[in-house]
């Protein structure tokens, strides 16, 4: 019977480590504790106040609209390159194709004037100067090459 008895006080020790493990829990409780302080300071509200003084402001620039109309043939994409709103001289931006004969980019506002030239397939130069667009004008134009 002694065997017996030395068995039940196995499984005594077994329960008494259980709690051990509980008290693990509670120090991951303090790190969540510390995250949600983090998400609710006041500083979060006050860009929000000063959001819609921002988006005023972003209200009166408009997006610069350049439309080219040129039939270009079919299989062809017409690229824009320039300065200012985004664009660079080095690498060329596809416009969307409306139709067979028009093609369109909406450009972000910007506060500099918009010069560009239009490009097949980012490979040929539209002749002529530059063209010069201000910022948030719809541009028409129509390139030769």
């Known amino acids: 019977m ?7 006080a196995k499984p005594t020790a077994t329960a008494k480590k ?4 509980a008290a693990k829990k509670p120090v991951a409780a303090p790190v969540k504790r510390s995250v949600a302080p983090a998400k ?3 500083v979060k509200k006050a860009p929000s ?5 921002v988006k005023a402001s972003a209200a009166k620039q408009s997006a610069t ?10 299989g062809n994409t017409l690229y824009v390159r320039g300065e200012g ?3 660079s001289w080095d690498a060329g931006i596809a416009l969307d194709c409306v139709s067979d004969d028009k093609w369109s980019i909406s450009l ?5 004037p918009v010069v560009y030239k239009l490009l ?25 090459f």
């Open 2 to 8: 002694k065997k017996s008895t030395v068995k039940a």
């Open 18 to 21: 259980a709690p051990a493990k």
């Open 40 to 42: 609710a300071p006041a």
């Open 120 to 144: 097949i397939n980012d490979l040929s130069w539209s002749e002529g100067a530059d063209f010069i667009a201000e910022s948030g004008v719809k541009a028409s134009v129509v390139p030769s």
């Open 85 to 87: 709103a985004g664009l």
């Open 49 to 53: 106040a000063k959001a819609p003084a």
């Open 65 to 74: 609209v350049i439309t080219a109309l040129i039939d270009i043939g079919f």
């Open 108 to 112: 972000p506002a910007s506060s500099k």
